[in-house]
């Protein structure tokens, strides 16, 4: 049995649900039902960023090799993600926000004044620092159009594939690991 896995998805918000269910058949299907909750966490992120940033259609592609999982999601947009600075005083830059005078219902959360300090968005973007918490390794790497987001899990103690691939086509060369890496498998 084949242990890569893709589907293509629309910039839409339906998509994060959508690539979750995908990720629990697979989980399920692959008996890597251990890993789901995490996975799940990191690929609505990285979902969403590709909805929110790069706002194409997306690849959202599982495969199994050597010792992990990982999770690609490819975009449209050759903007890699960046890890944004942590906030050190959300007090204080609320403060800073609303000290121009502005109320919050009346500022967007995508408003350029919600931009405050080193940090950025005031109600956003943390979204990789979570992925970090959470998964083994993670990157980014550019493609001829657009990037590609990934993350790998270790697969759980014990696990094996008991099943060969008998497909009569190659999988795709997802090139596990390369690109950018940000965090290093501990």
Known sequence: MCRVMSAELPADASS??????????????????????????????????AICHAGTPMTVTFAVATGFLEVNVGDGSSLLPRIRAVRADLDADIATLLGGGAEPADIHDRDPR?????????????????????????????????????????????????????????????????????????
């Open 16 to 49: 994060a649900a959508a690539a979750r269910a995908l990720m629990a058949t697979t989980a399920r299907d692959w008996r890597l039902d251990p890993l789901l909750a995490d996975c799940q966490v990191a690929l609505s992120e990285l979902v969403t960023n």
């Open 114 to 186: 919600m931009h405050v300090g080193a940090a950025g968005a005031v109600l956003g973007g943390r979204g990789l620092l979570l992925i970090e918490a959470i998964v083994d390794t993670w990157g980014a790497r550019s493609l001829d159009v657009g990037k590609v987001v990934w993350f790998r899990m270790r697969l759980p103690p014990g696990w094996h594939d008991h099943e060969p691939c008998t497909c009569t086509t190659s999988p795709p060369n997802l090139e596990l690991g390369s690109g950018q890496r940000v965090r290093k498998a501990a």
